[in-house]
């Protein structure tokens, strides 16, 4: 049977390509979206055009509750989910002296406190069954830092602790845990920036002088689902076109 592959925010950039590979791959894909999101039937219709059956929840990964229903409603209806690809995130940029709580607050949450809630329920049954693959997407600036980013760059620093800590308690499990740290890669998260910007001050940070693209992180996404990657966990995978390197 196809090993059921759960991507959270998968209607993005990133995570669209991520759910394409794993598709092709043969995993059974399951996606997630905001709640609020009102273009979520037209993306399924369109990935249904190119061939692709994924199916899609609505889940607030911010919020423990509905975390906790998406993912018991998605495992009744579609099975365990076998590979979790944390990657659901947002920015809220700003300097520290203009960051209010509302956006320290939203940041964390959708970023780390999503990881803990979509992995709680999830977790156990990997161990279980003996077999699991929980990747977690952070960011260049989780390991470096960036301006205007203290909430993002905390909250991308604090998965890749969770990673490492929990790759521990379940590897005897068969289970591993991984965090992929993506530079800058051309998604609307990453279009939104001013081209003057891109242009004067993110291009030139990067060796390979250009944006990575999303196809690019989900075959590293791929990699680390797959049973060849069974010796890999605790790992926070750099790929950055050069742009960090230690
Ligand atoms: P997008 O903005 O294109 O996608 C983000 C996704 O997260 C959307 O599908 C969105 O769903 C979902 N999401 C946001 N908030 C919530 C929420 N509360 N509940 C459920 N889903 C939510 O960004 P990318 O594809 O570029 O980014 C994907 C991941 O990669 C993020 O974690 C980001 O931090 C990380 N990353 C991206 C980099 C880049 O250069 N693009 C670089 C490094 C890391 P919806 O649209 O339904 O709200």
Same mark, same amino acid.
């Given at each position: 049977?196809?090993?059921?592959?759960?991507?959270?925010?998968?209607?993005?950039?990133?995570?669209?390509?991520?759910?394409?590979?794993?598709?092709?791959?043969?995993?059974?894909?399951?996606?997630?979206?905001?709640?609020?999101?009102?273009?979520?039937?037209?993306?399924?219709?369109?990935?249904?055009?190119?061939?692709?059956?994924?199916?899609?929840?609505?889940?607030?990964?911010?919020?423990?509750?509905?975390?906790?229903?998406?993912?018991?409603?998605?495992?009744?209806?579609?099975?365990?989910?076998?590979?979790?690809?944390?990657?659901?995130?947002?920015?809220?940029?700003?300097?520290?002296?203009?960051?209010?709580?509302?956006?320290?607050?939203?940041?964390?949450?959708?970023?780390?406190?999503?990881?803990?809630?979509?992995?709680?329920?999830?977790?156990?049954?990997?161990?279980?069954?003996?077999?699991? /693959?929980?990747?977690?997407?952070?960011?260049?600036?989780?390991?470096?830092?960036?301006? *205007?980013?203290?909430?993002?760059?905390?909250?991308?620093?604090?998965?890749?602790?969770?990673?490492?800590?929990?790759?521990?308690?379940?590897? /005897?499990?068969?289970?591993?845990?991984?965090?992929?740290?993506?530079?800058?890669?051309?998604?609307?998260?990453?279009?939104?920036i001013p081209q003057e910007v891109l242009?004067?001050?993110?291009?030139?940070?990067?060796?390979?002088?250009?944006? *990575?693209?999303?196809?690019?992180?989900?075959?590293?996404?791929?990699?680390?689902?797959?049973?060849?990657?069974?010796?890999?966990?605790?790992?926070?995978?750099?790929?950055?076109?050069?742009?960090?390197?230690?």
């Amino acid at each position: 049977m196809a090993r059921v592959a759960l991507v959270t925010g998968g209607m993005g950039g990133l995570g669209e390509a991520v759910c394409i590979k794993l598709a092709a791959l043969g995993y059974q894909v399951v996606t997630t979206y905001s709640p609020g999101n009102t273009k979520a039937e037209n993306w399924l219709a369109a990935m249904k055009e190119l061939g692709h059956n994924f199916h899609a929840y609505p889940c607030d990964v911010a919020d423990y509750d509905s975390a906790q229903e998406c993912v018991a409603k998605i495992e009744k209806e579609v099975g365990p989910i076998d590979v979790l690809v944390n990657n659901a995130g947002i920015t809220r940029d700003m300097t520290f002296k203009k960051m209010d709580k509302t956006n320290w607050d939203a940041v964390m949450r959708t970023n780390l406190d999503s990881v803990f809630n979509m992995t709680k329920p999830i977790c156990d049954g990997m161990v279980e069954r003996g077999w699991g /693959r929980i990747i977690n997407i952070s960011s260049v600036n989780g390991q470096k830092g960036a301006f *205007g980013q203290t909430n993002y760059s905390a909250a991308k620093a604090g998965m890749h602790g969770f990673t490492k800590a929990l790759a521990l308690e379940v590897a /005897r499990k068969a289970v591993t845990v991984n965090t992929i740290s993506p530079g800058y890669i051309g998604t609307k998260m990453v279009t939104a920036i001013p081209q003057e910007v891109l242009d004067s001050k993110i291009i030139p940070q990067i060796p390979m002088a250009r944006l *990575g693209k999303p196809e690019e992180v989900a075959g590293l996404v791929a990699y680390l689902a797959s049973d060849e990657a069974a010796f890999v966990t605790g790992a926070n995978i750099a790929i950055n076109g050069g742009q960090h390197m230690y």
